[in-house]
């Protein structure tokens, strides 16, 4: 047997039982990321088998309707809603299943605690950190959608993961291709790493047509479905420059490694260049389905509902600079994970209030950045360091204060 055809034999899928076998919670089950994983989790039961993937938490925040049709659908050991008002219409609505009902903040952490082998992390925004670092605490299997997690408390994060035998699997399409090229060696030899970026609705859009832009406008993504808040992100690109930190804190590389294009078909998801002139490129359909199918799998394959890439049909690949004067955001997070310590945490902590704040129409588009640019500004501490959880905590809340302010400040 010549050498290619033995690496060959080792890469086959001879035995998924182990795969399949693996327990799942979702957190955040009901959101964008929340209903694609439990399609997997679906198609794979339809694939291999009902007893595949079986399910051991589902945790929302308010969509009480959603979680119960989701429990009554894939039958968890529990379903938790965040908002504990909620309670009473879970319990109900669950009445005579078998399956436990629990509510409130608490609950959620305790869900991410409860013994699964795989924990999907899909919360929106910086509330998923203590459900992650709880599953982290117990040595799971996290795959992490969220992002503002990681950004918010990378070094916290870091060091939870150093004292757990816990492994982090990149949900994030990016960063799971990222994930995938890599295959589990270093980034040592690795040169640059860029991730692409759609460029958002706003993509060939004046700065004029974005100052009065609609909150509409900004969530309609052209390639992708997803929550609210990831869309304005989107849009701003915010989201890019959060994807440029937390690939500094997944796989350890420098800022000056890491790089931006965009490349308005969605295909590419990243490009990874070595010292030797080689670059290797991960593609798929845009479809979140994709890499959560593999984060759910890993180190195995299993079949997933994903739509299918067809480039014929799409034809031609383009890729562009990102332009930083439109979309300021994108600098913004540069020089945060430039500056490291808290800065991360602060531009976190006001992205989050300012993009609640533009879906609430209280501020404008264009005041995302500027809210954003003022609240770092006036928070000295993004150059000081904050070594535990609560001092991060503590710094999120007070940037979050602030941030509240500057929204108000800038309508006036
Ligand atoms: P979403 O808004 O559609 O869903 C968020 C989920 O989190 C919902 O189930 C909601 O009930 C729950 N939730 C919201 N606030 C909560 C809180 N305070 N406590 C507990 N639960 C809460 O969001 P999404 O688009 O699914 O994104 C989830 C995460 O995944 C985000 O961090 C996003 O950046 C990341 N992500 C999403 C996509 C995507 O395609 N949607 C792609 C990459 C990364
Ligand atoms: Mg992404």
Redesign the pocket.
């Known amino acids: 047997m010549n050498a290619l055809a033995a690496t060959r034999r080792n890469f086959e899928v001879t035995d998924l039982e182990p795969v399949l076998a693996r327990s799942v919670t979702v957190?955040?089950?009901?959101?964008?990321?929340?209903?694609?994983t439990l399609d997997v989790v679906v198609h794979a039961r339809k694939a291999y088998g009902e007893h595949a993937m079986p399910v051991e938490a589902l945790?929302?925040?308010?969509?009480v309707d959603?979680?119960i049709k989701q429990a009554q659908a894939v039958r968890p050991k529990v379903a938790v809603i965040?908002d504990d008002s909620l309670y009473g219409r879970l319990k109900d609505g669950l009445g005579g299943t078998g399956i436990a009902v629990a509510a409130g903040?608490n609950a959620?952490i305790e869900a991410a605690a409860r013994s699964s082998d795989t924990v999907m992390?899909?919360?929106?925004?910086a509330?998923?950190l203590e459900?992650a670092l709880a599953a982290v605490a117990r040595n799971a299997t996290v795959a992490l959608?969220?992002?503002?997690?990681i950004v918010a408390a990378g070094a916290v994060f870091h060091r939870a993961l150093a004292n757990s035998t816990a492994a982090v699997i990149p949900?994030?399409?990016?960063h799971n291709a990222v994930f995938q090229v890599l295959n589990g060696e270093g980034a040592r030899e690795v040169e640059k790493v860029t991730l692409t970026a759609s460029g958002g609705p706003f993509r060939d859009w004046t700065l004029d047509q974005m100052a009065v832009c609609t909150v509409e406008q900004a969530v309609a993504h052209p390639n992708?479905?997803?929550?609210?808040?990831?869309?304005v992100?989107s849009a701003t690109l915010m989201?890019k420059g959060?994807?440029l930190i937390e690939a500094h804190f997944l796989f350890g590389l420098p800022p000056e490694k890491l790089d931006v294009l965009v490349h308005p078909q969605s295909i590419v998801h990243c490009l990874v260049s070595y010292e030797d002139g080689s670059t290797l490129a991960h593609l798929s359909a845009p479809d979140?389905r994709t890499?959560i199918a593999h984060a759910l799998a890993w180190p195995r394959r299993i079949a997933s509902p994903s739509r299918r890439l067809d480039l014929a049909a799409v034809g031609q690949l383009t890729f562009r600079k990102p332009d930083h004067e439109r979309f300021r955001c994108l600098g913004l997070a540069m020089d945060a994970m430039r500056i490291g310590r808290l800065a991360p945490t602060i531009l976190n902590a006001a992205n989050e209030i300012a993009v609640d704040a533009f879906l609430k129409k209280r501020i404008g588009f264009l005041d995302i950045p500027r809210v954003v640019e003022e609240t770092l500004a006036e928070s000295p501490e993004a150059n000081t360091t904050a070594d535990t959880l609560d001092g991060v905590l503590a710094a999120d809340a007070r940037a979050r204060d602030r941030a509240d302010d500057v929204c108000r400040r800038v309508v006036n």
């Open positions: 957190l955040g089950s009901t959101g964008s990321i929340g209903v694609s945790t929302a925040q308010s969509n959603g979680l965040g903040r959620v992390v899909a919360i929106m925004g509330a998923a459900p959608a969220n992002k503002e997690c949900v994030d399409s990016e992708w479905s997803m929550g609210a808040k990831i869309s992100d989201n959060l994807e979140m890499p």
